[in-house]
């Protein structure tokens, strides 16, 4: 069964203190794992596409690495305006996108 | 980019009525949208994919009859909540994944959402 679990659920960073999320997952042929940043009331925003382990993607402070169990979303030195939730989703042979639960990122100054 | 627009952003309505949500991809042509809900602080629930000219594939659980999905040309696919009550009330969002074989044909395009509220 495809699956997706991310975690922590929520996590209180300082403004620069770096950390990782992580979203681990199962699937029967992986066509995609993406990183999407949903603001509240808002759709989700397209951040990265991995596509194979040891592939790796950046943008400003934040970037995403896959292996063949899981993806890490690193964020370097964040900023109060890096908070938001952050969903993890996989794309499957069956052309479906599965959705993890999210992280929920609060960045303090 | 890619833009997906939906409206309405937000609707109210009395129970027994039904909601008319709409999802244009606004430069691009999708032959699928996928329609997601989502609870408060849960993620997003893959309610059904919606192919153009053809008819729209629930997710188990999801009752055809209740929602009413119609993807009548590229660019537009529409939700309809019939009947709605008030545990219809959800963040309704759609998603279109743009035709084509390159890698930017993986990607999900997602408006901004509905907020349904039945009274």
């Known amino acids: 069964e495809d699956q997706v679990t991310q975690s922590p659920e929520a996590l209180r960073l300082q403004e620069g203190e770096s950390s990782s999320l992580n979203c681990s997952y199962t699937?029967?042929?992986?066509?995609?794992l993406f990183w999407y940043r949903q603001d509240p009331g808002k759709g989700p925003e397209f951040l990265f596409t991995?596509?194979?382990a040891g592939e790796e993607k950046e943008k400003e402070r934040l970037k995403a690495t896959l292996t063949k169990k899981e993806s890490f979303l690193h964020i370097t030195a964040p900023k109060p305006e890096d908070s938001a939730t952050y969903l993890c989703?996989?794309?499957?042979?069956?052309?479906?996108?599965?959705f993890g639960s999210g992280t929920k990122l609060n960045v303090k100054p | 980019g890619a833009v997906v627009s939906q409206h309405p952003s937000w609707v109210i309505c009395k129970s027994g009525t039904s909601v008319k949500i709409e999802c244009r991809s606004l430069?691009?042509?999708?032959?699928?949208m996928f329609w997601y809900r989502q609870f408060p602080k849960q993620s997003l629930m893959l309610m059904a994919t919606?192919?153009?000219?053809?008819?729209?594939?629930?997710e188990q659980g999801v009752e055809k009859d209740k929602f009413l999905i119609n993807h009548a040309s590229l660019t537009l696919s529409t939700l309809t909540v019939t009947s709605a009550h008030p545990e219809d009330s959800s963040f309704y969002i759609c998603?279109?994944?743009?035709?084509?074989?390159?890698?930017?044909?993986?990607?999900?395009?997602f408006g901004a959402g509905s907020r349904l509220t039945v009274l």
């Open positions: 998603s279109a994944r743009r035709s084509g074989a390159d890698s930017g044909a993986n990607v999900l395009t």
């Open positions: 699937v029967s042929g992986l066509r995609g």
């Open positions: 991995l596509y194979s």
């Open positions: 989703a996989l794309r499957s042979n069956f052309n479906k996108f599965y």
């Open positions: 430069d691009f042509q999708a032959t699928t």
């Open positions: 919606s192919n153009e000219g053809s008819k729209a594939t629930y």
